[in-house]
């Protein structure tokens, strides 16, 4: 009873954590590695420059030479 608003503020931590889980099986499920990899650079782009390609590939669930063709790809089609 002391602590309601402690209560209130972490109810809201754990769905935002659950609705973040969600969205990540969600995309697992139905996007493309492709579109998996653009989401997370979208949302992440600072990380992306500070992760090894290989611990990035495990994250999205995209093998590590699919990563690198989907990054060739998009780079060819940005120049």
């Not at 499920?29 to 579109?35: N, R, V, Y």
């Not at 782009?45 to 994250?59: E, G």
């Amino acid at each position: 009873e002391r602590f309601k608003g402690f209560e209130n503020y972490g109810r809201k931590i754990a769905e935002k954590i659950l609705i973040d889980k969600q969205f990540r099986l969600e995309s697992f499920l139905f996007e493309k590695a492709e579109k998996r990899y653009l989401n997370f650079a979208q949302h992440q782009p600072s990380i992306i420059q500070r992760v090894s390609i290989t611990h990035l590939s495990s994250f999205l669930g995209i093998e590590r030479q699919s990563l690198t063709r989907i990054r060739k790809k998009l780079l060819n089609e940005a120049i």
